[in-house]
């Protein structure tokens, strides 16, 4: 049964991070949405959807928006596009007026460091448990036997 999701009306991703789904990827997929955004407009922030639904797992993929200042130091600032939690694709435009978005936002370079804390923990976490499926570790062609 799916499960309807408010979440606090000025959340943001570093409060919902632990319920992600798979928050590597989905964070990762963020990223690269926000660094077009920062291409074209000098800089990304991102807002996550605050009402939406859980899947059977429980896990959250909110939808989030990506916006950009509306000029240098301006406090305001303007959409640049709306994104599904699931699959990143970008929404049309009565999608993202229809969203309800939170208040709080995170800029590109907070995104940024979330994933890389992450990664790191993931990545200390195959060290000390040795290789995994997605940790194997490659045999130089020397050492294989026939």
């Known amino acids: 049964m799916i499960q309807k999701t408010h979440l606090r009306p000025?959340?943001?991703i570093a409060d919902v991070v632990a319920d992600l789904e798979d928050a590597n990827e989905y964070l990762r997929r963020v990223l690269g949405n926000m660094?077009?955004?920062?291409?074209?407009?000098?800089?990304?922030h991102l807002?996550?959807?605050i009402t939406g639904k859980?899947?059977?797992g429980k896990w959250l993929a909110?939808?989030?928006?990506?916006?950009?200042?509306?000029?240098?130091?301006?406090?305001?600032t303007v959409i640049y596009n709306g994104f599904g939690g699931r699959s990143h694709s970008a929404f049309t435009p009565v999608n993202v007026r229809e969203t309800n978005w939170?208040?709080?936002h995170t800029t590109i370079q907070e995104v940024q460091k979330?994933?890389?804390?992450?990664?790191?923990?993931?990545m200390e976490?195959?060290?000390?448990?040795?290789?995994?499926?997605?940790?194997?570790?490659?045999?130089?062609?020397?050492?294989?036997?026939?």
């Open 62 to 76: 909110p939808s989030y928006r990506i916006d950009y200042p509306a000029g240098p130091g301006a406090a305001e």
């Open 47 to 49: 807002r996550i959807g």
């Open 102 to 104: 939170s208040r709080g």
């Open 10 to 12: 000025d959340a943001t």
């Open 35 to 44: 660094r077009f955004c920062q291409k074209r407009h000098g800089d990304a």
């Open 54 to 56: 859980r899947g059977p």
């Open 114 to 122: 979330l994933y890389d804390g992450l990664h790191k923990a993931r």
């Open 125 to 146: 976490r195959a060290e000390r448990n040795g290789p995994g499926p997605d940790t194997a570790r490659s045999v130089p062609a020397s050492d294989q036997s026939e």
